[in-house]
């Protein structure tokens, strides 16, 4: 049974930084591209952050590029996220997600397949 597990969420100031971590189970995780998607209330859940099975390619969107940074480790079976210079606007439900069929050169620009699987996601809330 694959399981993927967020944490590291939290309530933090406008400016600080967090670190969510996505601890993985029963996946083949060395060959599986993986992403951080978030959806804040009332908005679409929003795919931002991708790095594929090797964590040598990864795509941000535009809203964290150069903030936040997605990282594979394969010894760990294990994901992250360096968020730094939170904004009030990242503030949602950060999810952790993965897929086997996602081509690193699609994965690159953004564009990927809907996830095989997910986690149950973790809370990020930032105050101005």
């Known amino acids: 049974q694959v399981r993927l597990v967020e944490s590291g969420g939290g309530s933090v100031q406008a400016g600080e930084s967090l670190r969510l971590t996505c601890a993985t189970s029963?996946?083949?995780?060395?060959?599986?591209?993986m992403g951080w998607f978030r959806q804040a209330p009332g908005k679409e859940r929003e795919g931002i952050a991708f790095?594929?099975?090797?964590?040598?390619?990864?795509h941000y969107a535009d809203s964290v590029k150069g903030r936040f940074t997605i990282s594979k480790v394969n010894a760990k079976n294990a994901l992250y996220l360096q968020m730094d210079g939170l904004e009030p606007d990242d503030t949602a439900m950060y999810y952790c997600?993965?897929?086997?069929?996602?081509?690193?050169?699609?994965?690159?620009?953004?564009?990927?397949?809907?996830?095989?699987?997910w986690g149950q996601g973790t809370q990020v809330t930032v105050s101005s």
């Open positions: 029963g996946l083949p995780f060395n060959d599986v591209g």
């Open positions: 790095v594929n099975w090797s964590g040598e390619i990864t």
């Open positions: 997600a993965a897929d086997k069929f996602w081509a690193p050169r699609t994965l690159s620009l953004g564009i990927v397949g809907i996830p095989a699987y």
